[in-house]
């Protein structure tokens, strides 16, 4: 479920990356959504992989940190 729901998340901020121009963002967005699509390979009927709460609480984490970062780079940040 958590994977799965990380889909559109990155796309947002693939898209995000690529219209402010931020290679961190675009390149970290899209090595997550390539990881996440070779998991989800192991992972339909009979899943022969489990995520687990760690592997979700680390996705989550990774997603909170790329974001503060691409806003703190990107000059996008409320208080300068």
């Known amino acids: 479920l958590a994977s799965i729901l990380t889909y559109p998340i990155l796309i947002g901020l693939f898209i995000v990356g690529k219209l402010i121009e931020n290679e961190l963002l ?4 899209l090595s997550i959504f390539f990881a996440i699509s070779g998991f989800l390979m192991f992972n339909y009927h009979p899943a022969m992989i489990f995520m687990g709460n760690i592997g979700s609480h680390t996705l989550g984490a990774t997603l909170a940190i790329i974001s503060i970062l691409s806003s703190k780079s990107s000059g996008l940040c409320l208080n300068k």
Do not use: D, E, F, N
């Open 26 to 29: 675009v390149i970290s967005s």
